[in-house]
């Protein structure tokens, strides 16, 4: 059965009956905080909120397959109507975990392809099916080799679309268009290409900017050797340039920095720091002539991608009903670190780790320890644990998520069950993954 809300515009937002509209956290159900960040962001946009807790979403959702966008816009109201610090993603995770297989088990997951299934399971639970479109080239047809990372199916002749549209295209999705010049007869041909995340190469120094990548993106490709293109026109396979353009920019552009890279079998993260505007990102260098839409752009969320330099685990909660507790201990290298944390109940402290950042300080998989429980003293519960055997890897990380609120338009931070409000000067980090751009036309 659908459910119902009753608030239908951006303003009536700030008239629920929440104690913190829209700054819920959520709890950890052992290594989901790739999840928690991913729908921290999505639930701070204001118009996939709005579609949510409006009902529109009801006459559109097919019932056969919406279990779990049904149990997304339980969470969206739970987020934004309900009256608890914090709630449990449970039942969300467990039915999309049916559709996604690879979700339901509890490890570690990437945020970027946690949030790739997400929009397509959205989508294709509001979808309408469009008439077919039918686009020919003025110059025949091109392919790209299929082991190209940019690949073509007969794109340069006729592109054919039945994916239909829903929220989630009219929101986030955008067009890419790839001009494709044969450099033997000088033939040209377009393939388009349609897009709701752009993954952007980082250049290889120790700063850079959020430009510095979109350039890297967009500057003209030379294919060569197994890269070539077969030409229509000269009947064989071809030297060709390949140049990106925007021709339809989204409402909501979400962009993807990869930081993770393979060197010699071995996946290594980039640490460079990228700089990313605020407010007046102009995507208007990247854009096509024949596109009218509104080119810059004002940030909204961030998912921060922590490395953890040890080897961590958790002691069992003292009770069942909390969110979580913390680390108990920290093993790294040959030295274990005795924890502490507030005592249940309090507000407002922090758990607190000889030289680590707070952010590393989240629950994992529970090991084989011994533990036992010492005295409390001002209120903190101390833990000593001695750590049997562990397992990780420096690969292994935290997410959390920054997200721009949209009726204080203060930032705030989503550490799983914690929300914190922060600093201006706080959301520029280092490690930032995913960025959410919002239209300032919009």
Known sequence: MAWKWKYSSKEQLEDTSSLHPGLTGLQNLENTCYMNAVLQCLCSLTPLVQYFLSGKWNSALHEEIGESATAFGCLVSDMWLGEFDFVSPEAFHSVFGKRYPAFSRRTQHDAQEFLICVLDDLHEAFKQVRAQLWWFGNYGCFLFN?????????????????????????????????????????????????????????????????????????????????????????????????????????????????????????????????????????????????????????????????????????????????????????????????????????????????????????????????????????????????????AGDLDYGHYTAFCKHSITQHWYSFDDAQVTKIPDSAVQADTAYLLFYISQGY
Request: proline share 7%.
């Open 146 to 390: 299929p082991s190209q990372e940019r690949q073509s199916s007969a794109a340069g002749a006729s592109t054919t679309s039945s994916s239909g549209t829903s929220i989630i295209t009219h929101l986030f999705e955008g067009q890419l268009s790839y001009a494709i010049r044969c450099l033997t007869c000088k033939a040209l041909s377009d393939r388009p290409e349609s897009f709701t995340i752009l993954s952007l190469p980082i250049p290889s120094t120790r700063v850079c900017s959020l430009q510095d990548c979109l350039e890297c993106f967009f500057q003209p490709d030379t294919l060569t050797h197994n890269n070539q293109i077969h030409c229509y026109w000269c009947g064989s396979n071809q030297d060709a340039t390949v140049t990106a353009s925007i021709t339809k920019a989204p409402q909501i552009i979400i962009f993807h920095l990869k930081r993770f890279a393979w060197q010699d079998k071995h996946r290594r993260k980039l640490s460079t720091t990228v700089c990313y505007p605020f407010s007046d990102l102009d995507l208007s260098p990247y854009i096509s002539t024949s596109c009218h839409n509104n080119t810059e752009y004002s940030l909204c969320a961030v998912v921060v991608s922590f490395a953890l330099p040890a080897l961590i685990g958790n002691a069992l909660p003292h009770r069942a009903d909390e969110a979580c507790v913390g680390l108990d201990f920290m093993y790294n290298d040959s030295n274990l670190f005795e924890l502490t944390f507030p005592a249940l109940g309090q507000k407002g402290l922090e758990p607190s780790v000889p030289s680590f950042p707070s952010a590393f300080i989240k629950p994992l998989p529970v090991p084989s320890f011994a533990c036992k429980e010492t005295e409390q003293e001002s209120g903190f519960n101390r833990l000593c644990c001695l750590l049997q055997n562990h």
